[in-house]
């Protein structure tokens, strides 16, 4: 077939052997119909056949002509699904995204995964937000967050929770406190007669709902003092003897020169972080780009002990 055949030609000739006029053809592609009329001529020259039987009342294939009816459509439709494809990349890469992550997962996989992304979507902008689970279940809920990355408090029916890790929880205190001195983990009862010592979290978090329930079996449910931040809770810790429990990236998330951590046992407790979107929403080919960006940071740090990865993140890709 010749070179010289474009897309116009075959254009021109799906039109006519769809309307089965050039008339009709003619208006679908506002080409005048002398236009359409030159450029079917010059396909039918190109190809060495004749595309249509005319008379005065129909327009219809030779038989030569249905094998190329159906190929050439099939081709046409490809090249439009290939260019929006394009154009829908095109707009998504100058996109906004909104996401939403607990205090120890900003610090420890999207910081690290931001430039990595940006390398590919440069144009992309984004607010990334910190907060406690409830309030990240909530906006992602309402339709505030392209995702989010927290664990599961509130549960939401509305929402998909895909599970990300787990951190081991264990307790920090300050290096003055008797239990600094202890070498190895901890069990839950050897804590419990310092609970007057223990400073908690806000309710809205997932660690401040493990203080009121798992804890309450050792008699730690209730505190002296609660905080709403784990920057906050820091600085309270410094003040000297005061301990709290909190997940291993939690703990691990701040420097640690004054502090001490050892893990909890008996039982061993863990803290699970979820990637939370919005259930029979599609997610933005950007925001999947994000996830893939996120994925692989998070498979590729190293993680302190303590922390496992799920099932399908530690599986190689």
């Known amino acids: 077939m010749s070179t010289h055949i474009t897309l116009r030609h075959l254009r021109s000739f799906v039109a006519v052997a769809d309307t ?6 003619a208006e679908r592609l506002f080409l005048t119909q002398s236009s359409l009329s030159s ?3 010059q396909l039918e020259s190109d190809i060495g056949f004749k595309l249509f039987d005319r008379t005065t009342r129909s327009v219809t294939l030779t038989p030569a002509a249905r094998h190329l009816h159906r190929q050439a459509s099939a081709l046409l439709q490809q090249f439009d699904t290939v260019v929006s ?15 939403a992550a607990a205090p120890s997962v900003l610090v420890w996989l999207v910081i690290p ?14 607010s990334i937000r910190e907060g406690g689970s409830a309030e990240i279940e909530r906006r992602v809920r309402d339709g505030e967050l392209d995702f989010g990355l927290t664990s599961r408090l509130s549960n939401y ?27 190895g983990a901890l069990t839950w009862a050897q804590v419990s007669p310092y609970r007057g010592n223990l400073v908690g979290l806000a309710s809205d978090t997932h660690v401040g709902s493990v203080h009121r329930g798992t804890l309450q079996q050792f008699d730690l449910a209730e505190h002296h003092e609660e905080v709403s931040s784990s920057s906050s809770l820091y600085s309270m ?35 699970e972080l979820f990637l939370v979107t919005r259930r029979l929403r599609s997610i933005s080919s950007t925001a999947q ?27 190689p890709t």
């Open 20 to 25: 089965g006029s050039f008339t009709r053809a």
């Open 85 to 99: 494809d394009l154009r829908a990349v095109a707009l998504q890469q100058q996109g906004h995204l909104r996401i």
């Open 113 to 126: 995964a931001l430039p990595r992304f940006q390398a590919d979507y440069p144009q992309v902008t984004l």
């Open 237 to 271: 810790l410094q003040l000297g003897q005061r301990i709290c429990i909190l997940p291993t990236l939690t703990a691990q998330t701040h420097q640690l020169d004054a502090l001490t951590f050892l893990p909890l046992e008996e039982p061993t407790v863990y803290r």
């Open 289 to 315: 780009a994000l996830l893939q960006a996120l994925s692989n940071t998070l498979r590729e740090t190293s993680l302190p002990a303590g922390v496992e990865l799920s099932e399908s993140l530690a599986q």
């Open 39 to 41: 450029t079917i001529n």
């Open 157 to 183: 029916d509305e929402l998909e929770y895909s599970l990300l890790l787990r951190d081991r929880y264990g307790v920090v205190c300050s290096d003055d406190h008797p239990l600094a001195r202890h070498d």
